[in-house]
């Protein structure tokens, strides 16, 4: 699709960009003394009208419904769905991990739902229950039974886990090539690489088998998953001295411990979002095509993560240096 197909929603989107927390704002956050102070902060802010006594104590729920009347909006706007689902396939694949355990053990966790914007709990419930379903695409449909063909030979609630996060990652590379913008492609494998990575360093840890490991893997980064397997029997110092020699060497280097040289996989996280938000840096200047609305998804996640470690920390009374060093970069602010 033409890149001017977005000249519609990318002034809009610019528009929702002023709305997101600057940078002084943040640092006034920071500097809050406590939760009454930090309500104070926010009161003028796209948050104020959620500032009841109980803010903090229902900040999760009053995220999940916001980030699905955004997604709902962004679907009803975007001209190619396919961008939005870059974003919220990661609730829809969580949906799926969800409402499969709870058809396979017969429990009720409806309360664990997510929107995504897109699919509804009915929807997804009924896909799950019968394999089938006329607003699913085939992509989805396929994932759910191959998930329910493994658990008929194996009883191992893991597997769900293990085998749609596997799939998630394959059906984000899917959209990605689908779309064909080069920058999307970029964001979405480095995604999967560094997801790779720290799943990798994880099952090392943990001695994960090498089988187990191909299992989880995925094939669809730019590090074949056969150059992360010799690893697997390794130990964790190995297996970073592979990662450093790869094109992520000079990001991750930051994180490798100086005594024991093994990365950090505290840092890890906040080091992979970093990472990912400066491959949007081109969307908040550029004016044609769908990165705009990327980098704005991306900065808004960006937001609520941080918004989440603020008020935790406020709330437990966590150093102000400590909660500084966790929170993600914020660019455009």
Do not use: C
């Amino acid at each position: 699709m033409k890149e001017t197909a977005y000249n519609q929603i990318n002034p809009l989107i610019r528009l929702k960009e002023m709305e997101l927390l600057t940078a002084s704002q943040y640092e006034q956050l920071l500097k809050a003394a406590d939760m009454e102070e930090l309500r104070d902060i926010l009161r003028n802010t796209v948050y104020g009208e959620y500032l009841k006594t109980d803010f903090e104590e229902n900040f999760e729920y009053i995220y999940s419904k916001e980030q699905g009347k955004l997604f709902e909006w962004l679907y009803q706007m975007a001209p190619e769905p396919e961008i939005i689902a870059i974003y919220t396939s990661r609730f829809t694949f969580h949906n799926l991990k969800v409402l499969t355990k709870a058809e396979v053990t017969n429990q009720h966790l409806d309360h664990l739902f997510i929107e995504d914007g897109r699919y509804s709990l009915s929807t997804m419930k009924s896909a799950v229950h019968t394999k089938m379903s006329s607003e699913l695409p085939e992509e989805l449909l396929s994932t759910i039974r191959e998930v329910f063909d493994y658990l008929q030979e194996s009883t191992l609630l893991q597997a769900i886990d293990v085998i749609y996060d596997r799939l998630f990652l394959t059906f984000q590379k899917q959209l990605a090539d689908k779309l064909g913008y080069p920058d999307i492609i970029a964001e979405v494998t480095a995604f999967i690489d560094l997801t790779n990575i720290a799943v990798m360093a994880r099952g090392i840890i943990q001695r994960q088998t090498r089988t187990f490991l191909s299992t989880i893997l995925s094939s669809s980064g730019s590090i074949a998953k056969q150059d992360h397997l010799p690893y697997a029997k390794e130990s964790l110092e190995a297996y970073t001295s592979f990662i450093l020699s790869t094109k992520y060497g000079d990001m991750l280097s930051s994180i490798v411990n100086p005594e024991t040289h093994v990365l950090d996989l505290t840092a890890f996280e906040k080091k992979k979002d970093d990472y990912l938000t400066n491959l949007f840096v081109k969307g908040r200047v550029t004016a044609f095509g769908p990165l705009p609305l990327l980098a704005y998804l991306n900065a808004k996640e960006v937001e609520w993560k941080n918004l989440r470690l603020l008020v935790v920390g406020k709330k437990n009374h966590f150093p102000t240096e400590r909660l500084k060093e966790r929170m993600r970069i914020v660019h455009g602010s």
